[in-house]
């Protein structure tokens, strides 16, 4: 969302990258050494093309990239079956296992690489290897999405070989969460060529669909050589620039050593200094203002120097090493590090059973290198002893070191110091701490000592649950000379691992007797899942304040007012006590509310006091978060998270201060970190000002576990006085055992607040409470709130958001809730209503495609067991298609008792309240299994085989010949007008028998009869309705007595005014009986509805032609939604009885600019032999309403199909379509041409040339037309009996003359 989906397009903006492009030559003959080495060394990155990616673009920080739209960036399937690899998109497709949408659009436009589902029985792996690849620097990561359903894959594994080796960066076997899935690797330096390889492993018991998308190769280049440096940069022996802090730290960051030179290593040391009236920090020799002993302090909690009174003023970030060194890397021993509890020397060679070991050392990058290991038993420590150690003079004893941290949130590394021949013994003091789960990455640390006294390092690993400690790398610096006059060896210190003497409290005799994880506080173990759950167990708070963890570093240290170090009565510790609320905190207490540091990178952030901060964020007093520079090699971002939290309450809300400063570039976001994803909760981009503000986020009821985490990026080395820094965050009302008077307002019209409706979190795509702006307005007056769900604000990932209800009481047997609704655009996807009970969801209604730019008024009747007091929920669910469409709710009413029938029932969700009479022999179903006994094989609703409809079995088995089976409606509210009742039925091959409609308002009395149509095709039957009191309809079907026969019905629909004719349509009151539902295969787009007096985010023509004001309606299409693999829309007429001769007239409305026409309108005729294209218009069009006329002719049943497609690249522009007319067995009688509508004269020259072309591009469509039909979309007639009778010749008729498509010539 990384912040993969969410924070990349920041950082990819921030994120340090190379020192600027005066290096770049002018020409592009690059030397092979040099391609596909993540450097550009042409200005337009082609050097860098098919290299496994695209070349980045100038802008510093962007990574290389390969989101395969264009092609697959050079990699290549090398499986040795048929289970292998292809580019591939989720449109080319209309069902299976793979995605409904790429990463990079998040449509079924876009590509990725897919592996198919592998029909064999064997086991097989497909493989996508990369092309060769170059030079690795070791801050390089890899970074990539993939996607697959739980229990399609055996095994994802990613593997780098170079040379003779091949490194596992990562492996898996799940299981995985559904979506696309981030995953994010660090290769280390590479030296020489290599290639990355990707493979998914299958069986006999897996499908094996899996996919990729967006690779990204970040931080990979090496420093490319410059002719002279920044002031303080190193410059290599190959002329390239490195960071000071980049020397002598165990990693070739020039590329060919030479910042590990023992003669580079030898120079003067220089450390970080500050100097009165300086606005940033310098680089310099460090200075002391006492003797005593230091350890710089710089983690998340902050720190406190020691208990000796003479202190070295510490730098607030790490100066860089250019001393001599000495260097344990594990690969012949512990070196100097000899004393050692709890830890193992191991590698990776051979393979382990622990899914989190580390699959490489951080010496040799290579799986044969050595390193450490915790291997103490959960819950103690492994502790590593340096030897007594003794700083030289004035200077500072440096340590650097390796860590590694994954596979538990638990797992914990602290580096303490422990001073030794001081007549007053002190506690060991805690100088580092990094915990949680930083990912399969060494990571790089240091610290800076200097002491009067000897003194030993001492790092202890603590692992979690399923976790992995390492270390490797050791690497002390000159000014750190060992004591040689130690005569015995002396026993591990005390530290704070280890119980002091003593009476012990009685939580710490009760801990005894808690099981392990357990937390003992008064006669209570609270248990794991109680920690920081919003709800106070323990008198004192401890399992909310600190999470179970006890106190961080107040082992030794405790905080008097304002910060100040001071200690309790008799010695002992004195603390504050932090609200009962987790990851609540002023930052007073060095706990810090839990928070915890967990950056890898150049940042970090830290407990900062109001004395040590300056500039625009300083505090006035106290202590708050800060942004400060840090020792971690990968990335530049810094992250700083809570513990788990959760489960949290709807009302859960997170108030924050802040502030930052950061020009031109930088931002601070809170992220909520759940299951391995990541969603963007909040953020602030870039700014100048730099004062302190307020905020307040909404969390929402979440699911346990969750962790909150603020990102930080700033340069700090930019100008002015950069920074970020957050103080008081509260956490308020997160207990999901907290209620309030809104928690029963179901019924809600959002004008105040959401009453008790609330956002879900299982995507990134959530419903917002907006206000009335532009396109978009409320439906209780125009100006007010509603409910809205835009995908694109902010742009969103998820294909799904929910709104739900808190729980509710059933207050009467049955309920009616109604609501008002508004789907919008050409691919807005589906609307669903729900009740979950129990964990159980119930569907009550449903909605697919654009319903027009207007509100339309919906109900559902909530059905409970009389007397339950089980509690419910509602839920309205937005599933969206594609990007191009909003949903939105407003005025949700709740009352008792049954609400009126609908007036459009799809039967996808429930009956609707119809009830079948006599024997029940109506039923609804749907042919998803292939098994029901008979019945249309798909609905009409959705046209497939998952869709629902009513059937009755009208065999003589079940209904004799003669007799009836009916299906009665739940009442109608009185019509105030003239209605027209719609409906779709469908007959079996043999004769079903006959479909009778009766309504019922007082007195039953027959409206109309139909003899169900042979055929495949589901038919449209309409009723002219007059009703002034409540009224049903009954549809009865009568018996033939002929065996497997049926008849069915779908797609009820009540509009106000009298029928139409059939095909035709003046477009005042919807679509009459034409469908406009969206085709997979022609990109999932459709025709909209509406008028020129709602304002609409998408073009369409100003009046209608039917009123000739903007008070009428039309039918219409923007093309401008089309982008590549999207084809055209189509808007269906009902099936039409074949016809020697027809004519249909209809005006259409072509809103293009002059001279940037790309849009095309096409009539097709679509049956079971096939389509013909009848009809197109192309070319400059005036923007108003024309005419035109189209002769029609077919032998088979058939329908009129109104093709919206572009004739080129896309184009922002509306077609238009009203008053269609079909005039049955009548020919068209021709208009005369309106002004302007004269065709223009063409030379000779040009008509012969034409009609030579026109004759090769016959021959061409002979050959390949036939293959274009089949792509284009079927028709619902086709059948496999059908398929082989002669189709249409694929030829379009216009007044012009014979013309061929573009997109047929396109296509061959």
Known sequence: MPLPGHLLPILVLFLAGSPGWAWVPNHCRSPSQAMCNFVCDCRDCSDEAQCGHHGASPALGTPFTCDFERDPCGWRDISTSGYSWLRDRAGAVLEGPG?????????????????????????????????????AAPSCKLRLWYHMASGDVAELRLELTHGAETLTLWQSTGPWCPGWQELAVTTGRIRGDFRVIFSATRNATHRGAVALDDLEFWDCGLSTPQASCPLEHHHCHNKACVEPQQLCDGEDNCGDLSDEDPRTCGEARVGLRVRPGDRTPRWGPWHSSRSGHLGSLDGPSGGHPGAGKHCLVAPTAPPPTLGQHTATNFETGLGLWSR???????????????????????????????????????????VLSSPELQASGTSSCSLIFYYYLHGSEASCLQLFLQT?????????????????????????????????????????????????????????????????????????????????PGPLPPSSRLQDFCQQGHLACGDLCVAPEQLCDFEQQCAGGEDEQACGKGLSILQTFCCGPKGQGRRGAGGGLCRSVPPAVPGTTDFESPEAGGWEDASVGRLQWRRLSAQESQGAGAAAAGHFLSLQRAWGQLGAEARVRTPPLGPSGPSCELHLA?????????????????????????????????????????????RRPFQLEFVGLVDLDGPDQQGAGVDNVTLRDCSSMVTTKRDTEVSCNFERDTCSWYPGHLSDTHWRRVESRGPEHDHTTGQGYFMLLDPTDPLARGHSAHLLSRPQIPAVPTECLSFWYHLHGPQIGTLRLAMRREGEDTHLWSRSGTHGNRWHQAWATLSHQPGSRAPYQLLFEGLRDGYHGTMALDDVAMRPGPCWAPDYCTFEDSDCGFSPGGQSLWKRQANASGHAAWGPPADHTTETAQGHYMMVDTSPDALPRGQTASLTSREHRPLAQPACLTFWYHGSLLSPGALQVHLEEGRRHQVLSLSAHEGLAWHLGSVDVQAEQAWRVVFEAVGTGVAHSYMALDDL?????????????????????????????????????????????????????????????????????????????????????????????????????????????????????????????????????LEAQVEVASTKEFQIVFEATLGGQPALGPIGLDDVEYLAGQHCQQPAPSPGDTATPVPVPAVVGGALLFLMLLVLLGLGG???????????????????????????????????????????
């Not at 382990?352 to 050392?361: F, G, I, L, N, S």
């Not at 009067?452 to 400690?469: E, S």
């Not at 981009?685 to 004062?691: F, Q």
């Open 420 to 500: 030794l021949g001081s007549s007053n013994p002190q506690a060991p003091v805690l100088l580092r701490r990094h915990r949680g789960e930083l990912g399969t990455a060494w990571v790089r640390d240091r610290v800076d000592i200097q002491s009067a006294y000897p003194f030993q390092i001492l790092l202890a690993g603590q692992t979690g649950p399923g976790g992995v400690v390492g270390l490797d790398d050791l690497i002390l610096s000159e000014h750190c000379r060992p004591v040689l006059e130690v005569s015995t060896p002396q026993p591990l210190p005390p530290g704070p691992w280890v119980p002091a």
């Open 658 to 702: 802040y502030h930052l400063q950061s020009q031109p570039r930088g931002f601070l976001a809170l992220v909520v970190v759940d299951s391995g994803s990541r969603e963007l909760a909040w953020q602030a981009l870039s700014s100048s000002a730099g004062g302190w503000k307020v905020d307040k986020v909404l969390l929402g009821a979440r």
């Open 340 to 382: 050692s509890e709890g830890w193992a020397r191991n590698h990776s060679a051979g393979g382990t059973e622990h899914p989190a070991w580390p699959c490489r050392d951080h010496s040799r990058n290579s799986a044969q290198g050595s390193f450490l290991v915790s291997v103490a038993e959960p819950g103690n420590p492994a």
């Open 1266 to 1308: 036939q293959r274009w039909l089949e792509k284009r979309g079927s028709c619902p007639f086709r059948s496999d009996t059908e398929a082989t009778a002669p189709g249409f010749d694929n030829i379009l008729f216009n007044a012009d003359g014979v013309t061929l498509p573009a997109s047929v010539t396109s296509d061959l």
């Open 1053 to 1185: 629909l009540l509009q106000d005014g009298p029928c139409p004719q059939p095909a035709s349509c003046d477009f005042e009151s919807g679509l009459c009986g034409w469908s406009h539902l969206a085709r997979p295969g022609l990109g999932g787009y459709s025709w909209d509805w509406g008028g020129g007096a709602t304002p609409s985010r998408y073009l369409q023509p100003p009046v209608d032609h039917t009123l000739g004001t903007e008070a009428g309606h039309f039918a219409f299409f923007e093309t401008g939604v089309l982008g590549p693999g999207g084809r055209a829309a189509w808007l269906r007429s009902e099936p039409l009885p074949a016809t020697p001769a027809s004519c249909l007239r209809f005006w259409y409305h072509m809103g293009f600019p002059e001279h940037f026409y790309k849009g095309e309108l096409r009539v097709l005729l679509c049956s079971a032999q096939g389509q013909l294209a009848v009809w197109s218009t192309g070319g400059h069009r005036r923007h108003q309403w």
């Open 99 to 135: 995605p409904r949408a790429d990463h990079t659009l998040g449509t079924d436009l876009g590509w990725y690489m897919a592996v198919g589902t592998h029909r064999g029985k064997e086991a097989a792996t497909a493989a996508l290897r990369s092309p060769t690849l170059r030079e």
